[in-house]
C-alpha cells in the first residue's frame, strides 16, 4: 500500500527510547529529556518495530532474518512506518538505580493519555502492565483507556480520540 508513516506522530509509552539510534534519529522527541535514553532496551526496541527506517539493515551480522541467516537486504528491519514521527512518554522507570533503593516512577493513566493526545499524537503504543494486577478484571484503569479512545481530552470541547494499542502477553 506503500505506507509509510510520514506526516504520522506515534506515542511510544515504555522505557524511553534512544533518540540517538540511527535508525530513529531525527524523529524522536519525549518527555522529560529522560525519556530520550533507554537503561532498558524495550522501549526502543518497540520503536523499531514501529518506525525503525532500516537504514542500518546492512550493519547487522548477526540476526537470523526471514529467510535464514541475515543476507544484506536493504531495509529488512524496517520498521512498519519507517517515516513515523515519536514521541516517547516514560512509563515504569526507575528514580534512581534499583540497587539504590530506586522507585519506580509511574505516571498517571489520565497524564499518559492527555499528553499524548496534546502533542496531536494519532495512535498510543503501550507496551507496559500493571503489576500484581489482575489483568482479567476490568476496572477503572481499563475504562479510562476505553474512554480516551473517544476522548482523550475530556476537559476540552469536541472528541479528540486517540488509537490506543497495548500489548497482550
Known amino acids: 500500500l506503500n ?8 506515542n511510544i ?4 527510547v534512544d533518540s540517538t539510534h540511527p535508525d530513529l534519529s531525527p524523529r524522536v522527541s ?12 524495550h522501549g526502543t526496541h518497540v520503536a523499531g518495530i514501529i518506525a525503525s527506517s532500516g537504514g542500518q539493515s546492512s550493519t547487522v551480522t ?20 519507517p517515516a513515523a ?22 505516571p498517571s493513566d489520565s497524564f ?22 489482575d489483568s482479567q478484571t476490568y476496572d477503572l484503569h ?7 479512545v473517544r476522548d482523550a481530552l475530556p476537559t476540552v470541547p469536541g472528541s479528540q480520540p486517540l488509537l490506543l494499542v497495548f500489548s497482550a502477553g
Open 3 to 10: 505506507l509509510t508513516g510520514s506526516n504520522v506522530l506515534v
Open 13 to 16: 509509552n515504555d522505557s524511553g
Open 30 to 41: 519525549g518527555f522529560p529529556a529522560s525519556a530520550l535514553i533507554d537503561n532498558n532496551g
Open 62 to 81: 548477526n540476526a537470523s532474518g526471514p529467510a535464514g541467516p541475515y543476507a544484506a537486504t536493504n531495509n529488512q528491519f524496517r520498521g512498519m512506518a
Open 85 to 106: 514521527n515519536l514521541f516517547v512518554l516514560p512509563v515504569g522507570m526507575f528514580t534512581k538505580p534499583f540497587t539504590d533503593g530506586g522507585t519506580l516512577s509511574w
Open 112 to 133: 499518559l493519555q492527555q499528553t499524548a493526545a496534546q502533542t496531536n499524537a494519532f495512535i498510543s503504543n503501550n507496551s507496559w502492565n500493571y503489576v500484581g494486577n
Open 142 to 148: 481499563a475504562a479510562s483507556y476505553d474512554a480516551a
